[in-house]
């Protein structure tokens, strides 16, 4: 079985902490990655998606974290085709038109921000979680193709949000294509029932490495803030339940990320510490 590694999907959400879950003295920058790092073997940096990453946090990242530790990055949204703001971008870019050369630059300073990572052995994915529209069919194979040429070398991880990828009748042509450009298919664990509901799945696409994000179970999915779509305090039976098919993945990839995103106050660590025991084997 691989090794299975549990985390959340921030350490430095304002909620969390404003919680109390860090203690007095290790609030600062520094203080909390190591105090996370010692708690938890992976985080997400979900900061990637919102403003274009830096070399010099990468370089802090290393120093703060042992060895084993794992950062997966989420990628910039304008690399996803979300929309940008201007203000995201750094003060240089902020004029000029989204083209081809401002895409080939954004992508260049991406892959340098995080080249740290990649060269300290603590980058476990890079994560591109794509919008709901981005649905399945020639274009967004082009997309994701493009995608694969630009990562070659780095592990690449794809989120979907939009149901049809994974509905059953397509659900291993989804599997197959990811394979075929090297990249992971990523789980997710969200409300059911809702128009845009994923099914509860834990996709293998990659040996090396297989992701599952928990976003929490708000019917506010897709509407509201942040906190609305993403609160939820999830009950020792609603990860339970979650247990077998996590262990399945783990059986067919060498590492498995399991990521809380249900980022209010400290219900994301919280529910990454009881995952964490519930996968931990019981000594007879």
Excluded at 26 to 36: C, I, M
Excluded at 46 to 52: I, T
Excluded at 266 to 274: K, L
Aim: charged share 30%.
């Amino acid at each position: 079985m691989g090794d299975i590694l549990v985390g959340a999907c921030s350490w430095t959400d304002r909620m969390l902490v404003a919680s109390g879950w860090y203690p007095s003295g290790r609030r600062d920058a520094e203080g909390r990655l190591r105090h996370y790092a010692s708690r938890l073997p992976v985080v997400e940096v979900d900061s990637g998606y919102y403003a274009l990453p830096r070399r010099r946090n990468s370089e802090l990242w290393v120093e703060r974290t042992p060895d084993g530790f794992r950062f997966d990055v989420k990628a910039f949204s304008l690399l996803t085709g979300h929309p940008t703001r201007p203000e995201a971008l750094p003060a240089d870019l902020r004029n000029r038109p989204v083209d081809g050369a401002l895409l080939d630059e954004v992508w260049e300073r991406f892959a340098e921000a995080v080249g740290p990572l990649r060269e300290a052995g603590r980058l476990g994915t890079v994560l591109f979680q794509f919008p709901p529209r981005f649905a399945p069919g020639t274009r967004a194979e082009r997309t994701l193709e493009e995608c694969a040429r630009r990562t070659a070398g780095w592990p690449l991880a794809v989120e979907f949000r939009h149901p049809g990828w994974w509905e059953a009748e397509r659900a291993e042509d989804t599997l197959a294509l990811l394979f075929g450009l090297g990249a992971t298919a990523v789980g997710v664990d969200m409300a059911q029932g809702l128009t845009g509901s994923l099914p509860p799945v834990a996709p293998v696409s990659r040996p090396a490495l297989a992701v599952v994000r928990f976003h929490g179970r708000s019917r506010a999915w897709g509407r509201g803030s942040k906190e609305d779509r993403f609160r939820h305090d999830y009950d020792v039976t609603e990860l339970a339940a979650w247990v077998p098919r996590l262990r399945r993945a783990a059986e067919r990839t060498d590492e498995l990320h399991v990521l809380f995103n249900n980022c209010c106050a400290d219900a994301a660590v919280r529910a990454a510490e009881t995952m964490r025991e519930l996968l931990t084997p019981r000594r007879r």
